[in-house]
């Protein structure tokens, strides 16, 4: 599994979810392995013998027990998965931070919110034109922040259309869908580390290029952080203004021309 036990408080429930099926099914699948060879053994042609050799229909008990097998081990794994979905989605009410997450084809913004003061935010510059070349190219990697020890809800929205936030580790993704607000609720632990992460939804021709990186850091690393971004200028909302699927009119079809292409915090 890419990840480890403590890192989030989801991460356990979710390896052993995982552990568990694989060992029902590696053990249904000697169970069938064997049955396959005793049967190919025991009831092979002879020597001697010609024609097919024995043949068994209808074999009642045996039909009903691979029946209900496998409804069994179906019915089994959804109740589970259900219940760990249920406790993994289950909202946390009065989180330590929270944040918004943008996605827009093909990069990330994030929204950092502050209690009592304005938020701010960060928009990442990725797949852009190369000025000299004609060719998209790949800028530097946007990169999430997050406090360790603390509660978390994150708001997923999208800007143009379907993307997927997947932070490898967290073992959890989920889709951001235009005009669909959705939010992740988690708890970090204490390991404080650079994590993976990457759009899981096929949004468009760069999508495979639609990369993050999330930096675990202690809260006053994650606070030193966000006075940086204020001191840099960028404070404020930024909202459904700049998605090109709005329907807002003052939208430039392009966008690229209100774009500063000599500040990394603006957005393309």
């Known amino acids: ?3 480890e036990p403590g890192l989030t408080n989801h991460v356990d429930r979710i390896m052993g979810l ?4 694989w060992i029902v099914l590696m053990g249904v699948g000697i169970i069938t392995w064997g049955l396959m060879i005793w049967a190919a053994i025991a009831y092979r042609r ?4 010609t024609g097919l050799p024995v043949q068994l ?31 993994i989605e289950e909202p946390i009410e009065d989180p330590d931070y929270s944040l918004t997450v ?29 000025p000299e070349t004609g060719q998209m190219r790949a800028d530097s990697l946007p990169t999430l922040y997050l406090p360790t020890n603390s509660s978390i809800e994150i708001t997923l929205e999208a800007r143009d259309v379907a993307h997927s936030f997947w932070v490898v580790e967290f073992l959890y993704k989920k889709d951001l869908i235009p005009g669909v607000t959705n939010r992740m609720y988690f708890e970090t632990g204490d390991q404080e580390r650079v994590l993976r992460g990457k759009c899981a ?34 404070v404020g909302e930024i909202g459904e203004s700049i998605n090109p699927f709005s329907g807002d009119e003052s939208v430039d079809a392009d966008r690229d021309a209100d774009v500063d292409t000599t500040n990394e915090g603006e957005d393309r």
């Open 1 to 3: 599994m890419p990840s």
């Open 18 to 21: 995982w552990t568990t099926s």
């Open 46 to 49: 002879r020597r001697g013998q």
């Open 57 to 87: 229909r209808y074999h009642m008990p045996i039909e009903i027990f691979f029946t209900i097998v496998p409804v069994v081990l179906v019915a089994g794994f959804f109740a589970f998965t259900a219940r760990d979905q249920a406790i």
């Open 102 to 130: 943008y996605g827009k084809r093909w990069s990330w913004d994030f929204v950092y919110e502050r209690e009592g003061q304005d938020p701010v935010y960060y928009q990442g510059i990725q797949v852009q034109n190369d």
């Open 201 to 234: 939804e096929l949004c468009g021709e760069y999508h495979a290029a639609m990369l993050f990186n999330v930096e675990l850091v202690s809260p006053e690393e994650y606070d030193a952080y966000l006075e940086s971004l204020e001191e840099q200028g960028f």
